[in-house]
């Protein structure tokens, strides 16, 4: 069993970034990321600062802006307006999901798509769906194709099954694996909380991604043998006897199902670490695409 190691992984993005960062500083230019949290949600505030962190280690530009749970949607399209306009940020993030008074699609729609870093505009959703490279592909499925890469497994001709159907994972990720080419050319089947005989569905999977955000939920008995699975699940369960009083853990039975496995990836130090490299590297694209 190998065990794919997310942080590692990211090491290799991380590097290609700082190597675009030094061409892009010999033409005046630093690529720029500013992350919108609203809201005091304990763990958007820990990626929050996490994603600022790994900003200030490579040398990027990083704004953090941490607004009051009562900010109106009106004031935080106001914000995202300034920062539409500022020159010196190219990517701009929301942290997901918003406080229930703010209507996620408006503050969405009013992101430049040239500063989505996050490929949830329509247009780049558009651009995803018709393999037009030019747009931004959510972090999180992104970093998924790029583990699967990077240990060489082969995607082409692969049945890959997608456990959840979320804009912000599991279609992006159906769409990625489904493309024409390198990390892609799968036959990929989506499945969801409606899909019927899902562990039979599951067990026909030479690839597995399980996308759902429930704990532990994929068992050994849903897994064939030899299968590859990316856990992207990131769940917070009690545990009153460690430090923090909880603990990560992801939507796979890591325990039992490692051991059936060709490949697998861990939580925490699988996905996650992945996705901040990809919010990386598509702020990197985003100034290097800019003008400015
Ligand atoms: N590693 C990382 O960087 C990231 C991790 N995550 C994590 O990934 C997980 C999924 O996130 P996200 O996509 O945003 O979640 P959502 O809640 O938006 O979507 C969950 C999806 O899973 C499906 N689902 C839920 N329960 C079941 C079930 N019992 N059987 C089958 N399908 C089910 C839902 O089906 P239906 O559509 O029918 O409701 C839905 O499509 C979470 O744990 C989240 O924390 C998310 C983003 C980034
Ligand atoms: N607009 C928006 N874009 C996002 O990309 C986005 C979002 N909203 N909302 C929430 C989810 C979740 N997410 C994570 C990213 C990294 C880790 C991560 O690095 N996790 C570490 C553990 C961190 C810890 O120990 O707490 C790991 O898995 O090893 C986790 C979760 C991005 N999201």
């Known amino acids: 069993m190998q065990l794919i190691h997310g942080p590692e992984v990211a090491a290799a993005v991380l590097a290609e970034c ?29 990626y929050v600062r996490s994603k600022d ?30 920062l539409n306009a500022d020159p010196a940020i ?32 329509p247009v780049n959703v558009a651009k995803l769906a018709l393999e037009d ?4 592909v959510p972090c999180t499925p992104l970093g998924c194709q790029r583990m699967l890469l990077h240990a060489g497994i082969e995607t082409s ?7 959840g159907r979320s804009m912000i994972v599991g279609k992006p990720m159906a769409l990625l694996l489904m493309g024409k080419g ?10 969801h909380s409606r899909t019927k005989n899902l562990a039979e569905v599951t067990r026909g999977a030479d690839i597995l991604v399980a996308a759902i955000g429930r704990p532990e939920f994929v068992t050994a008995d849903m897994v064939k043998e030899g299968a ?5 699940g990131i769940n917070r369960v009690e545990a009153p006897e460690l430090p923090k009083g909880y603990k990560l853990v992801g939507d796979v039975a890591f325990d039992e199902v490692a051991p059936k496995c060709r490949a697998i990836t861990p939580v925490p130090g699988g996905v996650g670490p992945m996705t901040i490299a990809m919010l990386m590297a598509n702020t990197v694209k985003a100034c290097k ?3 400015k």
């Open 182 to 191: 390198r990390g892609g050319d799968a036959t990929v089947t989506v499945a």
């Open 228 to 232: 590859v699975v990316i856990d992207v």
């Open 18 to 46: 700082e190597k675009d960062i030094a061409e892009l500083a010999l033409m005046g230019k630093k690529p720029g990321l500013a992350v919108v949290l609203v809201g005091d949600d304990p763990a958007s505030r820990a």
């Open 90 to 121: 190219h990517g701009i993030l929301v942290q997901s999901p918003p406080p229930k008074h703010i209507d996620e699609s408006a503050v969405v729609m009013a992101i430049d798509p040239r500063k989505d870093v996050d490929g949830f505009h």
């Open 289 to 291: 695409l800019s003008d």
């Open 133 to 136: 490279r030019s747009g931004f």
């Open 53 to 82: 962190k790994k900003c200030r280690d490579l040398g990027l530009h990083s704004v953090k802006l941490e607004l009051a749970e009562s900010t109106t949607q009106e004031e935080l399209l106001q914000v995202i307006a300034g």
């Open 157 to 163: 001709g692969a049945n890959v099954v997608v456990l």
